[in-house]
Every structure is written in C-alpha cells, then in structure tokens.
C-alpha cells in the first residue's frame, strides 16, 4: 500500500475517534443533565451540538477524497465505507443527545416526579454499548462487536419498563402526564442510542470480517411487541 | 467509462428504485392502516418488513462490489456513495413503517379516540416529502430535492400539534393515556420519516452538485423547541 495511502487512513482513523468521544462526551452529558437535573450541563449538550455536525462533513469528505484519490481496495476500502456509516450513525447519536438534553432543560424546571425509575441502570447500559462498540471499532475486534449486538435486548427491555411504569404514572396522576411524556421521550432516545451503538457494531463486524450481519437476529425479535402488553 | 461499470451502475439505480418503490409501499400501508383502522394491512407491513431488509443488504453489498472492481471517480462515485446512504436510509423508512403498523394494530383492538387529528394531513405531507426525494434521485433533480427540505418545517409543526393535543386528551381523559401515547408514538415516528426523507434529499443535492448542505439549516432551527411550550 502507498505510504501516502496508509497516512490518510491513520489520519481518517484518529479523526473518527476525535467525532466518537465528542459524542460520547454529549450523550454522557446529557444523562448526567437528566438524571441530576444539571440544566447548565444540558444547555452546553445543545450549543456544541454544531461541532459535532461540522466535524461529520469533514469526515464524510475525507472518505470521499480518499475513495476518489486512491481508491483503495480490501480491508482498506471496507474500513474507509465502515468510516463512512459510523461517521453517520455517530452524528445521529449526538442529535439524540441533543433531544435528551432539551428534556432535561424543561424537566430540571419543574417539580420533580416522585417516582423510582432505573434511569441511571438503563444510561449505564446505552453508554457501555456506544464505548464498546467504538473500541470494538478502534481495535478491529469482532468479538467484542458481537458482544455489544447481545446487549441490546437488555435495553429493549429497560425502555419497555420504563415506558409502563410512566404510563401508570400518568394514570394515577394526570398532573404527571406533561413530565412523564418528557421522560418517555428521553427513554425512546435512549434506546435509539443503542440501537445506533449496534449498528456500529454491526459494521465493525463487517469490516473486520467481511460478513454483512446485520438483520440476521432482528427479524426474530419483535421488538416493539412487548410495548403492546 | 467502460461499458460495464454503465451497466452495473444501471442495475443499481434499477435496485434502488425497487426498495425505494417496497419502502413507500410499506409506509403507504401503515398509514392507511392506522387511519383506516385496518389490522390486516398493518400486519402485511410487519410480515413483508424482512424483504426489505434483504434487499438493502443485497443493493450494498453491489455498492461495495462497484466500489471495489471498477473504482468509479466523480459524479460515478458520488451516485455510489449516495446509493450506499440512500438505501440505509429506506431501510430506517421501513423499519418505522413496522413501527407505525404496530401502532395501528394495537389502536385497531380498542376504541377509536373520540378526538380530532389531522392524521391524514401530516401522513400526506410525509409521503409527498419521501415520494419527491425518491423522485430527485431518479432524475437528479436538485431543485426538487431543495424543495423536499423545506417541507421538514411543516412536518416538525403537525407533529407539534399533535402532541399537544393529546397530552391534552390524556390529561382531560386519563383512560385515554395508553391510546394516546401510542398515537404520540406514530406522530414522532412520522415525523422521524420525514427526516429521512430530508436526509435523501441532502444526499440527493450532494450528488448532483457536489456540494455537502446537511447541517446548513438546521443548527438555526431548534426544532423540539416548541415542544417546550
């Protein structure tokens, strides 16, 4: 491989890791805006946003320049087209971020709500999922990719709890309903987050594998069924 | 440009217009289930929902294979990429179209809710949104692509609405709190359609003129502002 070539997959490489714990960073942010009702740390989650959507163009023109210029093959190109969907789904995720910190904002302003919600559990689980899945990336490991793909159901299930016990909430209380409906936002994020995280590591497991995985478990899990309880 | 890279090019827009034509299906029947309150229409979306899914797996595993025997430059290359984004992107679409079919299987065993929704207005908004972005691509039409990104305002808007008018119901009602959160459910994933669909048409643009707009508008537009209200 040309020297110049490798250069710019380094560069390419490091650039994706500096967008990764930029919105890592957000979506920890975030978590710790809703969950502590931080609203300065919130409002700092929403005006940094732009520098997360500025740092995507420039990746997105990198892969293409690349592409464009060296054309590269194998491992190289599946690594560079990876680059290209995780610099997506990453950008998603900082959006969701964003979304989790405006709930916070309007929540941190009112009354809190007197009910035990796993919060904390089910964010602790989404940011393991995104950090492992970027490390999987980071270190070509498939394996570890793999293991973020398990993780899912988890948050699946999480989401799906916390959904009901909002829903009764609301029932018992009708004066909750504005904050619970907040709070059902930012848990359906949250999961988002996740299913994002899995993404990436789907495609982590395509880079390094060469093997597209992705809808091979999902179509055998109905996901939203269990909502319908 | 070699004969068969023009073929090959050719078969993949073929391609891509059939997920395209599936997606809008798919999204055309979960709306018309939801509204109409039809059972069997939605539980189509759900069973079809993994032919969708194959395809996008097939239409970029092709990307790949262009990308990696023919090294395709300039314009060629961008239809490649956006080829590679626009499909993932239906395949979002899809997954949404399930969603929203869930919904409408769920509400389709109760009692309707007794209350006003422009459902019909906004699930047309959107698939005139997703149908021109669509329609752009196939003729490389950037001024209908730009026209397809200022429909996302009007979106953002019903969706607004309608989330006030249910938290209102709920609160007025409070035995209409599960009905209704699963409509807010529908609303938000409609309105999620229509970012794709805005997504499509940036791609579109990028295509056609090589130039990156995503992010130019929408980091002025705080679009879940109102929701604050």
Redesign the interface.
């Given at each position: 491989m040309p020297k110049h070539l490798q250069r710019e997959l380094d560069n390419l490489k490091k650039e994706l890791l500096v967008i990764a714990s930029m919105v890592e960073n957000a979506t920890q942010k975030a978590l710790t805006a809703l969950v502590d009702r931080r609203q300065e740390l919130a409002e700092e989650v929403?005006q940094e946003?732009?520098l997360i959507?500025?740092k995507?163009?420039r990746i997105?023109?990198e892969c293409?320049k690349i592409?464009?210029l060296h054309?590269p093959?194998?491992i190289d190109?599946?690594f560079v087209?990876t680059a290209?969907?995780v610099n997506?789904d990453l950008e998603r995720v900082g959006d969701l971020a964003?979304?989790i910190a405006?709930r916070a904002?309007?929540l941190s302003t009112r009354e809190m709500l007197a009910l035990t919600l796993d919060f904390p559990g089910m964010a602790d689980k989404v940011q393991k999922m995104l950090s492992y899945s970027l490390d999987a990336l980071t270190h070509n490991d498939a394996k570890l990719a793999r293991q973020v793909i398990t993780m899912d159901d988890a948050v699946d299930l999480a989401n799906h709890k916390m959904?009901k016990e909002l829903?009764r909430q609301?029932?018992k209380n009708?004066?909750t309903?504005?904050r619970a409906?907040h709070l059902?936002?930012a848990s359906?994020q949250l999961e988002r987050i996740a299913d994002l995280a899995t993404n990436i590591a789907e495609d982590v497991v395509y880079m390094v594998e060469g093997e597209?995985i992705?809808?091979r478990t999902?179509?055998f899990i109905?996901r939203?069924?269990e909502?319908?309880d």
């Open positions: 929403v946003d732009f959507n500025e995507e163009v997105e023109e293409l592409l464009a054309q093959v194998a190109l599946r087209i290209l969907k997506n964003v979304n405006e904002i309007f959904i829903r609301m029932q009708p004066s309903i504005k409906s059902l936002s359906s597209v992705r809808h999902e179509d109905k939203e069924e909502e319908e």
